[in-house]
């Protein structure tokens, strides 16, 4: 059982400050029985993701180089990167900190490492997660949308929604939002928006150059049929060298996107898991995947709990919501 000991730590460790009031330890002692319950219940709070920017000022007035930072955290600090990452909270949308963050910073791998090939997804809502991936974006490279936005009425999945509780939100989705915030984030990329459902998109539309994909995030119809559809399209169009990233993988309210994951790995596929980050598993092909899996543990070193946890007939290290983009931000100037 957690004390209110436990809550005053909790507070000090994830929020940088004191509780607000004793109403406020009340709540988490009523709600909460064990440690990992309580602080995967502060990880998950709003209050916790707004306090990204506060939580990320820098510690020293100076700065490292360049050169240290990539040295340090895997990452660079390229400006679009980090206006992004910094206003996160500020983008409607469903992706925690740590999944963006390690995702972007994959993408950046990519670029750096000469990994050419567009970026894509089903499912992009209001481009929160994509606008993030597309600051890796190169000349000659092109960042493709795929999402129903205003025709909801054509989304098999708007029953499920609505008794998630998400149905509203989904409702209220515009295409010139979404351009906004691309243009907001990513203002160097190179957009093709696709309207339309992923059911009826070609593999040849995502590859409208002929240059395959590098980095493909799959988040659109969450029931089995139109997930598999979407994570062959995927499999289809990704580059050797591409990352496939499966939203909602271990998601209750969506047991489609697990029942039929578990059964593409189960059958005949080349892509292997990498990772699951918070809410995400990472996948490529097996040519790259212990590429990728030592990227990661460069990039987020603080958010690796397991390595090589069993899924299907293989295994991924597994990531939880650590302090990894907080230290990458506090080593910047604001």
Known sequence: ??????????????????????????????????????VNGILGSKEFEVGLYNRSTPTSSIRPSDEEIVARFGVYPEPDLVHWLRNLPAIEGMVLPSSAYISAALAQFQA?????????????????????????????????????????????????????????????????????????YAPHAELLTIKRSSLNVTADELMPDGQRVRFFSVDGGHTHDVFLNDLRLAETTLAPYGIVSIDDILNPDWP??????????????????????????LCAYESHADIYRTALRNIAPRSLRRRDVEFSNYTADEYVDGFDLYAFLRSLPL
Request: one cysteine or more; charged letters at 25%.
């Open 1 to 38: 059982m957690i004390t209110k000991q436990d809550v005053v730590a909790a507070y000090q460790l994830l929020l940088r400050r004191a509780p607000e009031s004793e109403e406020a330890i009340d709540h988490w002692l009523e709600r909460c029985a064990y440690p990992d319950e309580l």
């Open 112 to 184: 750096r490492n000469d990994y050419r090939g567009n970026i894509a997804e089903i499912g992009v809502y209001h481009g929160k997660y994509l606008a993030g991936l597309a600051t890796s974006i190169r000349p000659g490279e092109k960042v493709i949308a795929v999402d129903l936005f205003e025709d909801q009425d054509q989304n098999e999945d708007v029953g499920g929604y609505s008794e998630a509780g998400f149905e509203a939100p989904l409702r209220a989705l515009t295409q010139d939002v979404f351009a906004e915030v691309m243009s907001t």
């Open 256 to 281: 489609g996107i697990i029942t039929a994951a578990v059964r593409y790995f189960d059958g005949t596929t080349k892509l292997r898991p990498v990772a699951f980050i918070e809410n995400k598993l």
